[in-house]
């Protein structure tokens, strides 16, 4: 794995090799001294010129427990404050020797505009409403750890699927290795020719959500909250929340996923967020062990 | 982006990692069912008598090969000593020097601790020790788990050839080899494990 831009690159059974390796990563983040000598001497770089903590964290904490260093550059302090272009700073970066660049940008397609100029790995760790390939790696991972397979299981993805990078490249994951896909939004959030990524769109969140196996609930954007997209908070969390009444139109054993921050009370409830069904903080937890195992397949030789 | 290739496909890496041969592969079988049984019993003898205290002997297999020898080990261990003594199984993927240092990239296994190593007697447990590399990596591994009171080595088969100053300290059976020749530890159609020279 040179690369890691994006998941509709990717075979399936690369997605496998990705989770395969997570599941061995996963245990060295419960020993008391949490770290492997794996990438002893190599240094990794966090470049991310949007806001973010739990995915910077992650990435950072995942390079440390294999022995990286770790360095982070955020967008305020940085010289792209100085009009220096992105991809003249990543070169520099490049030219100190970094084994890996980390990458998270508002602009789809940066993270491949950067990798066509540097000869170091990249990795997307999230690109405007393109792609969050470690994201939907790990959500892959979560669902495996809960159900065992993905293979023939009920995924409903519900939010603002037009604009969600998680949507799209969970889409791609889960879809490769084998559910079947329902999403479910406001017609302002509903990507038209959606179906054409071989999902099913649902006219409401009952449909989307009945029999499912896994309910993947996206984050109403902050800034979209009182924009034009939908009428408001309460009728946004009426139709298309998860409470606790719709998740039993789901299947008994479905569990619940949310990429984070939580808007509580808006697309989940403090009840559903917090009980029994809901894997968001395993999803953190496996967060790291999956960029583990991202980190030690791309810095591998060719 | 390409899957990582397999360990056991390349000339340099430890040999006796992910070593129980699925593949039936033709070879001449050195050491059979009733050998196996026969060498485990002893060695878990002596394991005994290097270490009085059953209480303070652990097990930790090396993943995978080492796993059907340390299972043995344990049901010998605990039918003389009339103890169960704790067992792990380390997968040392991520401290072997062709990895650290050369960029292979395996798929790792999962390790198991279930276990305080600190003030334990671990007896690393594998089927085939060859260069020492791989005991080496488990050495670095087992000592991240805590600080064992001691590191024994027991492997069902020593075949020489080491490349690093190892030793072992209980060997099932000793069988010189050349350098290019693969030996194994299979399930025979059986179920029964033989070791092969391929």
Do not use: W
């Not at chain 1, 949310?258 to 968001?280: C, F, K, M, Q, Y």
């Not at chain 2, 069902?156 to 190892?166: Q, W, Y």
């Amino acid at each position: 794995m040179k690369h890691l831009l994006g998941i509709e690159g990717m075979q399936p059974e690369e997605i496998v090799t990705v989770l395969d390796t997570a599941d061995a990563m996963l245990e060295i983040s419960q020993r008391e001294i949490k770290r492997v000598p794996t990438l002893r001497g190599r240094t990794v770089i966090n470049v991310f010129l949007e806001p973010s903590t739990r995915t910077r964290v992650s990435f950072e904490i995942a390079a440390k427990r294999l022995s990286a260093d770790a360095v982070n550059v955020s967008a305020a302090g940085s010289s792209l404050a100085k009009a220096e272009t992105l991809a003249d700073m990543v070169q520099n970066l490049a030219a100190m020797n970094a084994d890996v660049l980390i990458v998270r940008d508002r602009t789809a397609g940066v993270p491949r505009m950067l990798a066509e100029r540097v000869h170091v790995p990249v990795i997307n760790a999230g690109d405007g409403q393109h792609e969050h390939p470690t994201q939907a790696l790990l959500d892959a991972f979560t669902v495996r750890q809960s159900l065992g397979s993905l293979e023939g299981r009920v995924v409903a993805i519900i939010g603002d699927i037009a604009h969600s990078r998680v949507a799209r490249s969970d889409i791609y994951a889960f879809t490769k290795l084998g559910a079947e896909v329902r999403v479910a939004a406001p017609a302002t959030m509903m990507p038209p020719g959606i179906e054409l990524l071989g999902v099913k769109p649902c006219e409401s969140m009952a449909e989307a959500l009945a029999g499912a196996d896994v309910i993947v609930m996206l984050r109403i954007q902050q800034e979209r909250l009182d924009g034009p997209l939908f009428p408001g908070v309460r009728e946004y969390a009426r139709t298309f929340g998860l409470t606790q009444e719709k998740l039993t139109l789901a299947s008994p054993d479905a569990i619940v996923l949310h990429p984070g921050p939580l808007n509580r009370g808006v697309e989940i409830a403090t009840e559903v967020a917090d009980a029994e069904p809901s894997r968001i903080l395993d999803q953190v937890t496996n967060g790291v062990a999956v960029r583990m195992a991202v980190l030690y397949l791309v810095t591998g030789a060719e | 982006m390409s899957v990582p290739s397999s360990p056991s496909n390349s000339s340099t890496a430890p040999r006796s990692v992910s070593r129980v041969a699925s593949a039936r592969e033709a070879g001449r079988v050195i050491l059979e069912a009733a050998g196996i049984r026969r060498a485990t019993r002893r060695m878990a003898h002596e394991i005994l008598e290097r270490n009085p205290a059953p209480e303070s002997i652990a097990l930790v297999a090396i993943v995978r090969g080492g796993v059907p020898v340390a299972d043995m080990l344990a049901q010998a261990l605990s039918e003389i000593a009339g103890r169960d003594v704790p067992q792990g199984a380390l997968d040392v993927t991520l401290y072997r020097d062709d990895v650290i240092g050369h960029g292979m990239r395996p798929i790792p296994h999962k390790t198991r601790m279930p276990f305080s190593v600190t003030g334990k007697r671990v007896v690393l447990v594998e089927d085939v020790v060859f260069t020492g590399r791989t005991v080496r990596a488990a050495m670095d591994a087992v000592i991240d788990f805590g600080r064992p009171e001691a590191i024994q080595v027991a492997t069902l088969v020593d075949r020489g050839h080491r490349e690093l100053p190892i030793r072992v300290d209980f060997v099932g059976k000793n069988i010189p080899t050349s350098r290019a020749e693969k030996v194994v530890l299979r399930q025979a159609p059986s179920g029964e494990y033989e070791v092969v020279v391929v």
